[in-house]
T-cell receptor, first 117, second 114 residues
Framework: GAGVSQSPRYKVAKRGQDVALRCDPISGHVSLFWYQQALGQGPEFLTYFQNEAQLDKSGLPSDRFFAERPEGSVSTLKIQRTQQEDSAVYLC???????????????FGPGTRLTVL | GDSVTQMEGPVTLSEEACLTINCTYTATGYPSLFWYVQYPGEGLQLLLKATKADDKGSNKGFEATYRKETTSFHLEKGSVQVSDSAVYFCALSLLSGGSYIPTFGRGTSLIVHP
């Protein structure tokens, strides 16, 4: 079956431009996560949705970062006025449900590599 | 805060050699522990997990045991293959505010030569 897909796979932006990164989770997955992975580092949590509700956005590095999931399916991560330090791979993951007493496996997309010049 | 420390790579081995990738953690609560693998050009995949002390996670010949006394979760495989070449991430996860948010280590690159 189809996994998590992300688009575009690569994005080059000039400093100051706005970018939008898309994530299509696995159909039926309630939970959706965004991570930022800098070169040579592990993924760092950005934000988490349960259906359309954004339950945790504590990892967003600044108010230039904004995420939405209006219909509880596709999600978009938007970065306004991009800076060079925003260059990273942005990963999306989905899971059946991430609440309750048990951990459910997260399925990751291939990521979007953002380069800000 | 919670953190995961992995041994630095790259780890370079010949096929059929034994593998150990060290992972230690610091957590305020009682975390679940995971190993993820990332093959070139692909997303992270869950390799194995353990949810309580002395649990052993295993998959595809890889094993890791949750050691609470040493706060460790080392990844081991008795005989590696070229196809195991990838980046391996150790992670912990704690229930917080109704959701599990994982904390990842920096990753360890494994290169296996024929």
């Amino acid at each position: 079956g189809a996994g998590v897909s992300q688009s575009p796979r690569y994005k080059v932006a000039k400093r100051g431009q706005d970018v939008a990164l898309r994530c299509d989770p696995i159909s039926g997955h309630v939970s959706l996560f965004w991570y930022q992975q800098a070169l040579g580092q592990g993924p760092e949590f950005l934000t988490y949705f349960q259906n359309e509700a954004q339950l945790d956005k504590s990892g967003l590095p600044s108010d230039r970062f904004f995420a939405e999931r209006p219909e509880g399916s596709v999600s978009t991560l938007k970065i306004q006025r991009t800076q060079q330090e925003d260059s990273a791979v942005y990963l999306c993951a989905s899971s059946v449900y991430s609440g309750g007493i048990s951990y459910n496996e997260q399925f990751f997309g291939p990521g979007t590599r953002l380069t800000v010049l | 805060g919670d953190s995961v420390t992995q041994m630095e790579g790259p780890v370079t081995l010949s096929e059929e050699a034994c593998l150990t990738i060290n992972c230690t953690y610091t957590a305020t609560g009682y975390p679940s522990l995971f190993w993820y693998v990332q093959y070139p050009g692909e997303g992270l995949q869950l390799l194995l997990k353990a949810t309580k002390a002395d649990d052993k996670g295993s998959n595809k010949g890889f094993e890791a045991t949750y050691r609470k006394e040493t706060t460790s979760f080392h990844l081991e495989k008795g005989s590696v293959q070229v196809s195991d070449s990838a980046v391996y991430f150790c992670a912990l996860s704690l229930l917080s505010g109704g959701s599990y948010i994982p904390t990842f280590g920096r990753g360890t690159s494994l290169i296996v030569h024929p």
